[in-house]
Every structure is written in structure tokens, then in C-alpha cells.
């Protein structure tokens, strides 16, 4: 089992900025990628930004040139430093693991508020 801890989140008016963190911590496979989804309500969870142990970033179109996402595999935390924050950004960002090799785990942290005001 792999644990995943947010924080960061919070109320931020548009063109602001807000920086989100994720703690791994349990049965860590170094092999893996973290990354953050965000769901609106009545929305789809989507794929925000995801780093791999080797630093490949992948980010959604929505956020490029905003959003960028890094990592430290020593602590095994991600973060994510948001800029230039838009209304549309408002949603519930979940930090997700996924193991790549193997038995292709994936896990979720508990979620964390993130609200742009216009």
C-alpha cells in the first residue's frame, strides 16, 4: 500500500497563485509516476500534470505554460506550482502513484480544495 498526503490548497483570486504538495509514504516502488487530477463538480476527473521517476512531465493542454510539476524521489513528494489561476482551474486536485512495472498499482491521496474567485 502507498499513502498520499496533499496539501496546499486553498482560496485564490483569479491570476493568483497556489503551490500543492504530495507526501508518498508505504510500499514505494521506485519505478512510478506521480501526478495530480483535479475534478470539478459534475465533471470528469482529468489528468492535470504527471511526472515520472526520471522527470518526463505530461501536462494537460489547459494548463501548459501555467502549471509545472516537479519532484523530489529522496523525500518522495511531487508538487505542483500553479500560476496565472483561472475559475475554470476550481476543482478538487487528488495527487495520484502509479507503480509502471509490475503490478501497475495506482493509488489516490484524499483530495484538497482548490478555489479561483473571478
Known amino acids: 500500500q502507498v499513502q498520499l498526503v496533499e496539501s496546499g490548497g486553498g482560496l485564490v483570486q483569479a491570476g493568483g497563485s497556489l503551490r500543492l504538495s504530495c507526501v508518498a509514504s508505504?510500499?514505494?516502488?521506485?519505478?512510478?509516476?506521480m501526478g495530480w487530477y483535479r475534478q470539478a463538480p459534475g465533471k470528469q476527473r482529468e489528468l492535470v500534470a504527471e511526472i515520472t521517476f526520471g522527470g518526463t512531465t505530461n501536462y494537460a493542454d489547459s494548463v501548459k505554460d501555467r502549471f509545472t510539476i516537479s519532484r523530489d524521489n529522496a523525500k518522495n513528494t511531487v508538487n505542483l506550482q500553479m500560476n496565472s489561476l483561472e475559475p475554470e482551474d476550481t476543482a478538487v486536485y487528488y495527487c495520484?502513484?502509479?507503480?509502471?512495472?509490475?503490478?501497475?498499482?495506482?493509488?489516490w491521496g484524499q483530495g484538497t480544495q482548490v478555489t479561483v474567485s473571478s
Open positions: 495520484n502513484y502509479r507503480r509502471l512495472v509490475g503490478s501497475r498499482e495506482v493509488f
Open positions: 508505504g510500499s514505494i516502488f521506485s519505478i512510478n509516476a
